[in-house]
């Protein structure tokens, strides 16, 4: 242009380009400013949980040997916090001994997981004491205790590696044959033998390439495995048919001589046969007695029996 400085086309872009690019690294800075502010105020959160120091502690001098399955609650009560409403159990008195098999059975949120959880010592009493083998629970070693309660939730994680390293999770010495007996008595063999590599075959993290039944019978097993002197089945039948149901309690009977077996249930097949059927309701034990014996005077049993059974199997 005449009497000025031309400017071509390649300058533009190129003043245009290097803008873009300060703007660009402008941006940059200013995000990384965002990320330390979140990042120490995460590192403080983190900080605050690793500092923080567990309620539950074993005591000084703690027993490290369960002598054998017996349980008691003396005057139980337990609320989860001190900020709530009402008790999720109060006033349970309950007397296991040895080598018996018991049902828990109530309504949705009337406490049943609550009981066993207080067992193996996951939440601290209240009120009262929870004896295992005789001596109360807080004077356990928590290792030693929980290594003694083989416990299977209702809702089972299962983890990536193996079939067989998942059952070895119980018990992690346990050799081939304990570990095919486990899960014979879970009613698994069937459709472990039938994968291509056996106990070898690989679990997907989660347990997602099994079906609910199937990871229901390998925590089932993994529980097994450990040989313990209490287990504890929290609702873990649920997702069996009538008859894998009926044919795993009576192979648990022979397994689980000694033990105390404690199954909260849904279903009253599955506990009808027990020697102790407890029957909750809003935390508090309103029937306790065998099948018989609660259809004649607990109300709240028969209801839900009726509900269930066929008049045959009622009489």
């Given amino acids: 242009s005449s009497g000025g400085a031309a400017i071509n086309v390649g300058e533009i872009s190129a003043m245009l380009n290097y803008g ?3 703007m660009m690294q402008l941006m940059m800075l200013s995000m990384i400013y965002v990320i330390l502010t979140i990042s120490y105020e995460s590192m403080e959160r983190i900080g605050e949980v690793l500092d923080e120091q ?3 502690t074993s005591p000084s001098g703690a027993l490290t040997e369960v002598r054998d399955g017996e349980i008691d609650f003396d005057a139980v009560s337990f609320r989860y916090s001190e900020k709530a409403e009402r008790d999720a159990l109060s006033d349970i008195e309950l007397h296991i001994p040895s080598g018996s098999t018991v049902g828990v059975l109530g309504g949705t949120g009337s406490g049943k997981s609550s009981l066993v959880q207080l067992i193996p010592r996951l939440y601290d009493v209240s009120a009262g004491a929870v004896r295992v083998g005789g001596e109360d629970v807080r004077s356990y070693e928590l290792d030693s205790l929980r290594r003694s309660v083989a416990m299977v939730l209702q809702k089972n994680m299962l983890f990536s590696g193996t079939i067989d390293s998942n059952i070895k999770y119980g018990k992690e010495d346990a050799d081939v044959n304990e570990v095919l007996a486990a899960l014979d008595c879970a009613q698994a063999t069937e459709f472990v033998s039938e994968l291509p590599n056996g106990v070898e ?13 199937q990871k229901q019978r390998l925590a089932i097993a993994r529980a097994l495995v450990k040989k313990a002197p ?9 997702a069996l048919d009538f008859k894998t149901d009926a044919k795993l309690r009576r192979a648990l009977t022979k397994y689980t001589e000694n033990a105390v077996v404690l199954i909260v249930a849904q279903r009253v097949s599955t506990i009808m046969n027990a020697e102790q059927i407890i029957v909750l309701d809003e935390g508090k034990i309103v029937g306790k007695g065998t099948h018989k014996e609660l259809l004649k005077t607990c109300p709240e049993y028969r209801e839900i029996a009726e509900s269930q059974l066929s008049k045959e199997e009622l009489a």
């Fill in 54 to 56: 567990p309620t539950l």
């Fill in 201 to 213: 075959s690989s679990i997907a993290q989660g347990g997602s390439n099994v079906s609910g039944g």
């Fill in 20 to 22: 873009f690019q300060i």
């Fill in 230 to 238: 209490v287990y504890i089945f929290d609702d873990s039948f649920s």
